[in-house]
């Protein structure tokens, strides 16, 4: 079987304290290479934990079970070396504050250039004049000038944009991007997402979008999954999830993004998610979901197909079709 070179996350777990308290269970979720797709969820719901398993990049006190696969390669059977080899070239990530993964006491086009050195037998000078292309490539002008500053020297936009030209310099196949916009202003955040948009084209890598804002995946993905209490509760086209949403959790979100809209303040599905420690084996979104019936409280509720290539989690989709 030829293995697809994108990304495919299958009946993904991850636990803390001896496997009493789950983040994150049971996420199947694939990125092919030139697609874009997003995951969006409340705080806590497990979206960094899950798009940071894909690097291998998780705490050391998780325990995580599944599959991750990046093409042909297995990132949970991965020692730390093979993982540092594979995070890079075949998928790189880029976080919401730059500054923090920023190193702050070296020049931005050496921190590029150092990625380049690292993935590819070439010389300083080479790196470095690389280093200066990618950053014209991702809008910072006078590139050739602006290598020599340090990052505190940048604005906001400016430094997640240098993250981003350190995320190409390996030329990644995926590109995991978890709230890359939330610490920036609304035109900045625009022009981010265009310039993702515009790499992940005309690069044809894969993207991974995280966000807690639905308006910004769905602006730029063509397929959703959002998660609940940590479980994809829903996934599908962009489009079916905007009109036809089939989960009452994805309606909310939805609705709370449009009120948003028209009366400028933030709304929110009244309650909140349960703690990890006290997650049901019944539908975890039964306690705030206005459609809840008993049935809902007292076995597990799986995914199911409601549409080609569409899911969700839900006893009541087939009213949910015609609310
Ligand atoms: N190192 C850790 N130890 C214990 N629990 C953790 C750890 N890291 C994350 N968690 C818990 O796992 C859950 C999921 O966390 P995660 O960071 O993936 O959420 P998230 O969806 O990215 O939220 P946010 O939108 O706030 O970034 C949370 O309840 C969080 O408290
Ligand atoms: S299974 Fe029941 S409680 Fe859960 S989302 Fe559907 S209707 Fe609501
Ligand atoms: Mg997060």
Do not use: W
Not at 252 to 278: H, M, Q, W
């Amino acid at each position: 079987m030829v293995e697809s070179p994108g990304l495919s996350i299958e009946n993904l777990s991850i636990a803390f304290d001896d496997g009493r308290k789950v983040a994150v269970s049971g996420v199947s979720l694939s990125v092919p290479t030139g697609e874009a797709v997003g995951l969006v969820g409340e705080s806590g719901s497990g979206k960094s934990l899950t798009s940071r398993a894909a690097l291998g990049l998780l705490p050391k006190t998780a325990k995580a079970s599944g599959r991750i696969r990046l093409g042909d390669l297995s990132i949970l059977d991965m020692s730390p070396a093979q993982l540092r080899s594979v995070r890079g070239a075949g998928i790189a990530m880029i976080f919401q504050d730059p500054m923090s993964s920023l190193n702050p006491v070296a020049r931005v086009g050496q921190s590029i250039a150092q990625v380049i050195l690292s993935h590819e037998a070439v010389s300083a000078d080479d790196a470095e004049s690389r280093a200066v292309t990618l950053m014209d490539r991702v809008g910072i002008r006078d590139a050739k000038a602006r290598a020599g500053s340090f990052p505190h020297e940048f604005s906001g936009g400016m430094r997640q944009r240098i993250m981003i030209a350190m995320a190409l310099a390996a030329k990644p196949r995926i590109l995991v991007a978890d709230e890359p916009t939330t610490a920036l202003d609304v035109i900045v955040q625009k022009n981010i997402l265009n310039l993702l948009d515009q790499l992940r084209r005309e690069e044809g890598m894969g993207l991974l979008l995280v966000s807690h804002d639905l308006a910004v995946v769905a602006s730029l993905c063509s397929r959703i999954a959002v998660m609940y209490a940590g479980q994809i509760v829903e996934e599908g086209p962009t489009k079916e999830i905007l009109v036809r949403p089939r989960m009452p959790y994805t309606a909310g979100l939805l609705a709370s993004t449009r009120r948003d809209k028209s009366v400028k303040r933030l709304t929110s599905i009244p309650g909140s998610p349960p703690a990890l420690g006290d997650r049901a084996a019944s539908c975890r979104f039964a306690p705030r979901c206005r459609l809840a019936i008993d049935p809902c409280r007292s076995a597990p509720v799986e995914l199911i197909e409601v549409g080609p290539r569409h899911g969700a989690r839900c006893i009541r989709t087939q009213e949910m079709a015609h609310v």
